[in-house]
């Protein structure tokens, strides 16, 4: 494509030497002469005989004009005697004309050019031999020899179109120095290492894609350059319809000039064309400043190549039998029977509850050189014992510097003594409003949820971390610009993305998120009932390995934790928690938290007992599940096959009364008026029990035959 803003031009100078001199300004040497008859003409760049270097010069019609360029490196550049808003209407038309006949000139030019080219490679390419592994240049990749060919010391790589059939090549030299055909056409070409067809990578370079062919096994294509990765991505979608295709990128993050990172920007724009996923490689070590696949496998082996290549793709041959040979690993824990080491945790609570001090506090005992419950001989977070210390990482996007601050030191004097010492290299509290502002570990994009650039940024300093054991996102909605908790794809996705992060570290990950609001009608009683609280669609839940949830205590049973412990009542003081979630063992028994001073929560259930429910909280929980029976048509009875004891498995399960309590209670019940005992059809005795107002106490209860419904949570 011709530039069509022209290159400035000196006033009053003799028009070819004007053009000749615009020649010069670009930094190319300038032609001996220059002839304007609106003809193509080459002229040598680098050394003589090249040719690399095109001109068209007009001197007809009413105002000079010309275009000039470099066959090398693509150049182009326009020139006249006037700039375009100079120009008369006249003057603009005809200039347009000789820009349409620059543009033919150089197709016809291009077409012919190609086609020597192309004669010229095909010559080559069938009278070479086949190269071998042993080539200076592959030994120094560590590469195979994969359909390549050799011409004197150079390696030769041809360029195939969809067809293949071969339009130009590229040589290599021992020392890696390359050459491609003058005038070979590149764009949409390309050469391949077949394998398996069943996903398609693409590449830059060939040492690279070979890189890649060797780890994982499957077909690989090299485009050779960023600006052929698009036209050779839309090539091989068409050939590879059904295939998962993958574009590998290098990872320039040397090249800042003329764009920032040129293999990745590339390779993210083919990846989008054609709905792709790309790759960028990570480096632990960027002393000798590598950006390949191939430079990857050279430090850290081809393992790794193949890990990061892979991704979430799914090789079910790896999941043998043999995978599972030997003993089982142990169950690790971070916060015995509660975390889980190596997975991610949801901490769900309503806002102002504390969630923040408590994962921070947690935080702080990870990362002590010595746990917390060593120093004070207590148990450090949620009712049980850190197994496990190490690094900490919180990235908290709502408590800027100087909160944080403020609840290091409100946690230190809780306690009657500064950690900060021991845990200098071991704790990082991330406050991002003080750096930079939150960022998105998901985004939607055009074929779903995806990772964000922001989340490889973070990831990749968190896997260099050897002894990293516990990473804290806070909140979770603010981590992703998806909507997480009405879309249930984002939720499987987000929580994907932390466990395979959470699996690649070794780490416990826990994200802080919130609860729907509780209601007095209908108090949480139970583990799981509490799980029903946790905010948004199932798909956050179960795509975590345990679930934390701590809710309010109801006034009254607040008060009574507070008189039994000698503290003064406040709203929000007193909390329960439980497991509400855990894939496997764990303590899902609801446990008591205090307030403290420092706005921490504590356990306190040892000192508190058990909150037994008062007589009036008994009689709601019984009215309820008969209520709910007799709607069902399966009411109760007092006594009987029906009866409220013979049944007590579909009771609420916090009502444990023994054979001879329950039916007095339903006595005490039906006294008060809270309950009736009804006739049904077919009866003469009214011994059905329901509320006043339900269908059996004014005559409408049908019966329902089948399996009995299950326990009320």
């Given at each position: 494509?011709?530039?069509?803003?022209?290159?400035?031009?000196?006033?009053?100078?003799?028009?070819?030497?004007?053009?000749?001199?615009?020649?010069?300004?670009?930094?190319?040497?300038?032609?001996?002469?220059?002839?304007?008859?609106?003809?193509?003409?080459?002229?040598?760049?680098?050394?003589?005989?090249?040719?690399?270097?095109?001109?068209?010069?007009?001197?007809?019609?009413?105002?000079?004009?010309?275009?000039?360029?470099?066959?090398?490196?693509?150049?182009?550049?326009?020139?006249?005697?006037?700039?375009?808003?100079?120009?008369?209407?006249?003057?603009?038309?005809?200039?347009?004309?000789?820009?349409?006949?620059?543009?033919?000139?150089?197709?016809?030019?291009?077409?012919?050019?190609?086609?020597?080219?192309?004669e010229h490679a095909v010559k080559v390419w069938t009278g070479t031999e086949p190269a071998t592994a042993d080539h200076p240049y592959?030994?120094?990749?560590?590469?195979?020899?994969?359909?390549?060919?050799?011409?004197?010391?150079?390696?030769?790589?041809?360029?195939?179109?969809?067809?293949?059939?071969?339009?130009?090549?590229?040589?290599?030299?021992?020392?890696?120095?390359?050459?491609?055909?003058?005038?070979?056409?590149?764009?949409?070409?390309?050469?391949?290492?077949?394998?398996?067809?069943?996903?398609?990578?693409?590449?830059?370079?060939?040492?690279?894609?070979?890189?890649?062919?060797?780890?994982?096994?499957?077909?690989?294509?090299?485009?050779?350059?960023?600006?052929?990765?698009?036209?050779?991505?839309?090539?091989?979608?068409?050939?590879?319809?059904?295939?998962?295709?993958?574009?590998?990128?290098?990872?320039?993050?040397?090249?800042?000039?003329?764009?920032?990172?040129?293999?990745?920007?590339?390779?993210?724009?083919?990846?989008?064309?054609?709905?792709?996923?790309?790759?960028?490689?990570?480096?632990?070590?960027?002393?000798?400043?590598?950006?390949?696949?191939?430079?990857?496998?050279?430090?850290?082996?081809?393992?790794?190549?193949?890990?990061?290549?892979?991704?979430?793709?799914?090789?079910?041959?790896?999941?043998?039998?043999?995978?599972?040979?030997?003993?089982?690993?142990?169950?690790?824990?971070?916060?015995?029977?509660?975390?889980?080491?190596?997975?991610?945790?949801?901490?769900?609570?309503?806002?102002?509850?504390?969630?923040?001090?408590?994962?921070?506090?947690?935080?702080?005992?990870?990362?002590?050189?010595?746990?917390?419950?060593?120093?004070?001989?207590?148990?450090?977070?949620?009712?049980?014992?850190?197994?496990?210390?190490?690094?900490?990482?919180?990235?908290?996007?709502?408590?800027?510097?100087?909160?944080?601050?403020?609840?290091?030191?409100?946690?230190a004097g809780a306690y009657g003594f500064d950690r900060r010492e021991s845990i200098e290299?071991?704790?990082?509290?991330?406050?991002?409003?003080?750096?930079?502002?939150?960022?998105?570990?998901?985004?939607?994009?055009?074929?779903?949820?995806?990772?964000?650039?922001?989340?490889?940024?973070?990831?990749?300093?968190?896997?260099?971390?050897?002894?990293?054991?516990?990473?804290?996102?806070?909140?979770?909605?603010?981590?992703?610009?998806?909507?997480?908790?009405?879309?249930?794809?984002?939720?499987?996705?987000?929580?994907?993305?932390?466990?395979?992060?959470?699996?690649?570290?070794?780490?416990?990950?826990?994200?802080?998120?919130?609860?729907?609001?509780?209601?007095?009608?209908?108090?949480?009683?139970?583990?799981?009932?509490?799980?029903?609280?946790?905010?948004?669609?199932?798909?956050?839940?179960?795509?975590?390995?345990?679930?934390?949830?701590?809710?309010?205590?109801?006034?009254?049973?607040?008060?009574?934790?507070?008189?039994?412990?000698?503290?003064?009542?406040?709203?929000?003081?007193?909390?329960?928690?439980?497991?509400?979630?855990?894939?496997?063992?764990?303590?899902?028994?609801?446990?008591?938290?205090?307030?403290?001073?420092?706005?921490?929560?504590?356990?306190?259930?040892?000192?508190?007992?058990?909150?037994?429910?008062?007589?009036?909280?008994?009689?709601?929980?019984?009215?309820?599940?008969?209520?709910?029976?007799?709607?069902?048509?399966?009411?109760?009875?007092?006594?009987?096959?029906?009866?409220?004891?013979?049944?007590?498995?579909?009771?609420?399960?916090?009502?444990?009364?023994?054979?001879?309590?329950?039916?007095?209670?339903?006595?005490?019940?039906?006294?008060?008026?809270?309950?009736?005992?009804?006739?049904?059809?077919?009866?003469?005795?009214?011994?059905?029990?329901?509320?006043?107002?339900?269908?059996?106490?004014?005559?409408?209860?049908?019966?329902?035959?089948?399996?009995?419904?299950?326990?009320?949570?």
């Open positions: 494509m011709l530039d069509f803003n022209p290159v400035q031009r000196p006033a009053n100078i003799d028009p070819a030497s004007s053009f000749a001199e615009a020649i010069q300004n670009a930094g190319l040497p300038a032609p001996g002469d220059i002839i304007g008859d609106g003809k193509l003409r080459r002229f040598d760049i680098k050394r003589r005989g090249d040719g690399a270097g095109w001109y068209v010069f007009f001197l007809d019609g009413d105002i000079p004009a010309g275009a000039f360029g470099n066959w090398q490196s693509g150049e182009k550049f326009t020139w006249s005697t006037k700039s375009r808003s100079e120009m008369s209407d006249h003057e603009r038309e005809e200039f347009n004309r000789h820009v349409e006949q620059i543009k033919e000139a150089r197709a016809a030019e291009q077409q012919r050019l190609n086609e020597r080219a192309r592959l030994k120094a990749k560590g590469v195979g020899a994969y359909g390549l060919k050799t011409d004197g010391e150079s390696l030769v790589v041809p360029f195939f179109d969809i067809f293949g059939d071969v339009h130009s090549l590229q040589w290599i030299k021992p020392d890696g120095s390359k050459k491609f055909e003058y005038g070979g056409a590149i764009t949409g070409n390309f050469f391949i290492i077949r394998g398996d067809e069943s996903e398609v990578f693409i590449a830059e370079g060939y040492a690279t894609a070979a890189t890649i062919h060797e780890a994982t096994g499957a077909t690989v294509v090299v485009a050779f350059n960023t600006s052929n990765l698009s036209p050779v991505a839309e090539n091989i979608r068409s050939k590879y319809g059904r295939a998962r295709i993958t574009i590998a990128a290098d990872n320039d993050q040397f090249t800042t000039e003329p764009i920032a990172n040129p293999g990745v920007y590339y390779a993210k724009k083919a990846a989008e064309a054609i709905g792709a996923r790309f790759v960028v490689p990570e480096f632990g070590d960027i002393s000798t400043k590598p950006t390949d696949f191939n430079d990857l496998a050279r430090l850290d082996g081809v393992g790794a190549v193949k890990k990061q290549l892979k991704g979430n793709a799914l090789d079910i041959h790896d999941w043998a039998p043999r995978a599972y040979q030997g003993d089982a690993p142990e169950r690790v824990y971070l916060v015995e029977s509660t975390i889980p080491l190596a997975s991610v945790t949801i901490l769900a609570a309503m806002g102002d509850a504390g969630k923040g001090l408590l994962t921070l506090d947690l935080a702080l005992s990870v990362a002590a050189e010595k746990a917390k419950f060593e120093l004070l001989n207590q148990a450090t977070a949620f009712g049980h014992l850190v197994n496990t210390t190490g690094t900490a990482v919180i990235f908290t996007a709502e408590d800027d510097k100087a909160e944080v601050h403020r609840r290091i030191e409100q946690i290299r071991r704790l990082m509290v991330v406050p991002l409003p003080n750096a930079g502002g939150p960022f998105s570990l998901v985004s939607p994009g055009k074929y779903g949820p995806e990772a964000t650039d922001a989340f490889r940024a973070v990831r990749q300093p968190l896997l260099k971390i050897d002894d990293l054991r516990l990473v804290v996102f806070d909140p979770l909605a603010s981590f992703c610009a998806a909507d997480i908790n009405a879309d249930p794809a984002v939720g499987a996705f987000t929580t994907g993305l932390l466990s395979n992060l959470s699996t690649e570290t070794g780490a416990s990950i826990i994200v802080a998120h919130h609860t729907n609001k509780t209601s007095s009608e209908k108090p949480i009683r139970t583990a799981e009932m509490a799980r029903n609280l946790i905010r948004g669609t199932s798909a956050i839940v179960d795509g975590v390995r345990a679930a934390y949830v701590l809710w309010p205590a109801e006034p009254h049973k607040a008060r009574r934790a507070c008189k039994t412990i000698n503290a003064d009542y406040a709203p929000n003081k007193v909390f329960f928690g439980a497991l509400v979630k855990a894939n496997g063992p764990g303590d899902r028994t609801v446990k008591t938290y205090v307030r403290q001073d420092s706005g921490l929560l504590i356990n306190m259930t040892d000192a508190i007992g058990a909150i037994e429910p008062t007589r009036e909280e008994i009689y709601q929980i019984l009215r309820d599940d008969i209520a709910a029976a007799a709607a069902d048509g399966r009411p109760f009875t007092k006594t009987g096959a029906a009866g409220l004891f013979e049944r007590r498995d579909e009771l609420f399960e916090g009502i444990r009364f023994s054979k001879h309590r329950l039916p007095e209670l339903a006595d005490e019940m039906v006294e008060a008026g809270i309950i009736v005992r009804a006739i049904a059809s077919g009866s003469k005795v009214p011994q059905w029990l329901d509320i006043p107002g339900g269908p059996f106490d004014n005559g409408t209860g049908c019966f329902e035959l089948g399996g009995r419904r299950n326990r009320r949570e």
